[in-house]
């Protein structure tokens, strides 16, 4: 399916991104009865693929709440010097993780049409290039661990 109204787009990418997009919309525009509690829900965010999972099941992983504001929009194409075909999504949250070093932030990922997601945020960087094991691994632990790693087979 391919629509064509830029308020329509994100439900090319499925029907939780679409209701996102909504329910955001609604908080902005402080319409009484908005789910806020949709958005907090990290399985929502699971649309957005990053090279270390679902976006939804990482946040969940590093004990991540989601704050306000939340945001899925659709930007069409802006100039003809623009070199990705079509318009870009975005995927914008603040969070508050239980990961050491990453604590508070902005989560941002975008994506132009036929692409994969790409991060735009540091915390969004971190998230994609450092895997989930790692999160909880400080200079602590691993030191904590390295007499075991000395007698372990190579």
């Known amino acids: 399916m391919k629509?064509?109204?830029p308020y329509a787009k994100p439900m090319e990418l499925g029907w939780q991104a679409f209701a996102l997009a909504l329910v955001a919309d609604e908080v902005a525009n402080d319409e009484r009865g908005a789910n806020r509690r949709f958005l907090h829900d990290p399985a929502n965010f699971n649309f957005v693929t990053t090279a270390q999972g679902k976006l939804g099941d990482l946040l969940r992983r590093g004990s991540c709440t989601i704050g306000e504001p939340?945001?899925?929009?659709?930007?069409?194409?802006?100039?003809e010097q623009q070199t990705a075909e079509g318009g870009v999504w975005r995927v914008e949250l603040s969070v508050g993780c239980n990961v050491p070093g990453l604590g508070n932030g902005v989560i941002i990922f975008e994506k132009g049409e036929g692409q994969d997601w790409e991060p735009q945020s540091v915390v969004a960087n971190f998230i994609d290039t450092s895997p989930p094991v790692s999160w909880f691994e400080g200079p602590k632990d691993q030191e904590a661990f390295e007499p075991t790693r000395k007698t372990l087979p190579k």
């Open 70 to 79: 939340v945001g899925v929009h659709y930007s069409p194409k802006i100039h």
């Open 3 to 5: 629509l064509v109204a």
